[in-house]
T-cell receptor, first 113, second 114 residues
Framework: EDKVVQSPLSLVVHEGDTVTLNCSYE??????LLWYKQEKKAPTFLFML????IEKKSGRLSSILDKKELFSILNITATQTGDSAIYLC?????????????FGTGTRLTVIP | DAGVIQSPRHEVTEMGQEVTLRCKPI?????LFWYRQTMMRGLELLIY????????DSGMPEDRFSAKMPNASFSTLKIQPSEPRDSAVYFC????????????FGSGTRLTVV
């Protein structure tokens, strides 16, 4: 059964801390892994990863994929209160005739001033 | 570009009533997805369309759920009859031919069935 597991489920940190969010997966015919940030409304796209070991960065956020061990991490350095959100990991797999995107349940990050 | 537009934003209905959720994808996007989000199960794919044709509806929970895409600019998700356990936020998302730039999500419809 295809699945995406994120950990921790929730995390509370102080501003300035560095956090690491984890995503492990088992998906048929892996194609890509995506990270989303969801605040009050719709998820917004952060990164798409397709190759192992290549870090993607955007400001204080970075992410890397390990296709051998089937996981990805999302790092946030020097956290700010605006980083408070649910971070969703999604994995694209492929079954006969159909692409599919499987989401984890997310990690709820709370950054305290 | 107005993004993916969903309506209504909120819907409160009584058990047994029919509910119709609407979505307008981004113009030119070939794929349209309907998701349901709950605290317990996270974000689940219900169904998706490619060029207006349903490709995979294996996530549709039961026969009470149906989705249509009569043209490239409009899709509906219908629940008939609705039940309290259908209460969730329903997201519509669209993407170009591949998801190389990620899906674009609408703001969602928060459905409450009482």
């Amino acid at each position: 059964e295809d699945k995406v597991v994120q950990s921790p489920l929730s995390l509370v940190v102080h501003e300035g801390d560095t956090v690491t969010l984890n995503c492990s997966y088992e998906v048929t015919n892996f194609r890509s892994l995506l990270w989303y940030k969801q605040e009050k409304k719709a998820p917004t796209f952060l990164f798409m990863l397709t190759s192992s070991g290549i870090e993607k960065k955007s400001g204080r956020l970075s992410s890397i994929l390990d296709k051998k061990e089937l996981f990805s991490i999302l790092n946030i350095t020097a956290t700010q209160t605006g980083d408070s959100a649910i971070y969703l990991c999604a994995v694209e797999g492929y079954r006969t005739g159909a692409n599919n995107l499987f989401f984890g349940t997310g990690t709820r990050l709370t950054v305290i001033p | 570009d107005a993004g993916v537009i969903q309506s209504p934003r909120h819907e409160v209905t009584e058990m047994g009533q029919e509910v119709t959720l609407r979505c307008k994808p981004i113009s030119g996007h070939d794929y349209l997805f309907w998701y349901r989000q709950t605290m317990m199960r996270g974000l689940e794919l219900l169904i998706y369309f490619n060029n207006n044709v349903p490709i995979d509806d294996s996530g549709m929970p039961e026969d009470r759920f149906s989705a249509k895409m009569p043209n490239a600019s409009f899709s509906t998700l219908k629940i008939q009859p609705s039940e309290p356990r259908d209460s969730a936020v329903y997201f519509c998302a669209s993407s170009p031919q591949r998801i190389d730039y990620g899906y674009t999500f609408g703001s969602g419809t928060r459905l409450t069935v009482v």
